[in-house]
């Protein structure tokens, strides 16, 4: 893979352990400057902690400072778009989700294009989505959730780390396939998400976190992923 193209991080997992290893012989000097690490959401979400781990790991490991910048807005788009427009130097990264592939075919134009632009490094991270709940909702299951929100059309609505992230899609897919009326709200990441769902302005909330309950003003959780993770193991699958 040569360095001069731009480095695309699905997010998961850790490539700094095998970063190095991946240089090409005659590559050795990189990095000889600092390296951008783009995040295409608000701080503070899954993809923002990952990335920060990520490159502090990077930059003891190569002596050379990796940073973060966090450019959010429309699902991904925007800072994916900017990343695409960087110099084809090595020095900028892109850390996101599976929306980096997908938003192409939901939205009608996208800034970047996901094959030409971008060397895909590795897939790091695989989780589950997560639905929580505000405890002023009066539901303590998924079943519960469900016949809640029949029962008072138009009144719930969920929050996600934005349009076209895996939680939005699977929100929809929870939505569509019981037929329940409720609002999809996207946000710039899932920091701004979670602290939307916590404070009660939006009841539900869908997002890729490990521990939900240690949100002390959250509760009733669900996962998206069949096989239980000890971090959910009291978290049962959805839809019901």
Request: positive net charge.
């Given at each position: 893979?040569?360095?001069?193209?731009?480095?695309?991080?699905?997010?998961?997992?850790?490539?700094?352990?095998?970063?190095?290893?991946?240089?090409?012989?005659?590559?050795?000097?990189?990095?000889?400057?600092?390296?951008?690490?783009?995040?295409?959401?608000?701080?503070?979400?899954?993809?923002?902690?990952?990335?920060?781990?990520?490159?502090?790991?990077?930059?003891?490991?190569?002596?050379i400072q990796f940073y973060v910048e966090n450019i959010g807005g429309a699902g991904g788009n925007i800072g994916a778009g900017r990343a695409a427009q960087s110099a084809a130097d090595g020095y900028t990264m892109l850390v996101n989700g599976v929306n980096h592939v997908v938003n192409p075919a939901l939205y009608s134009q996208v800034p970047y294009d996901p094959g030409k632009d971008f060397d895909p490094v590795t897939l790091a991270v695989t989780a589950a989505v997560v639905l929580t709940v505000h405890p002023s909702v009066p539901a303590h299951t998924v079943k519960e959730l469900v016949e809640e929100i029949k029962a008072h059309p138009g009144k719930y609505s969920y929050a996600s780390p934005g349009a076209g992230t895996p939680p939005h899609l699977v929100g929809e897919l929870f939505r569509l396939s019981l037929g329940l009326d409720l609002v999809h709200v996207p946000f710039n990441g899932g920091g701004p998400a979670v602290a939307s769902a916590v404070a009660g302005h939006t009841p539900i909330s869908l997002g890729r976190w490990r521990r939900p309950y240690r949100w002390s003003r959250t509760a009733s959780c669900a996962r998206s992923q069949s096989r239980r993770r000890r971090a959910h193991r009291r978290c049962p699958t959805f839809p019901p």
């Open positions: 893979m040569p360095l001069v193209r731009r480095r695309f991080l699905l997010l998961a997992g850790a490539a700094a352990g095998s970063f190095g290893a991946s240089l090409p012989a005659h590559a050795q000097a990189y990095p000889a400057r600092p390296v951008r690490v783009i995040v295409p959401f608000a701080p503070g979400g899954p993809t923002d902690v990952f990335a920060r781990l990520m490159a502090q790991g990077l930059s003891e490991q190569t002596g």
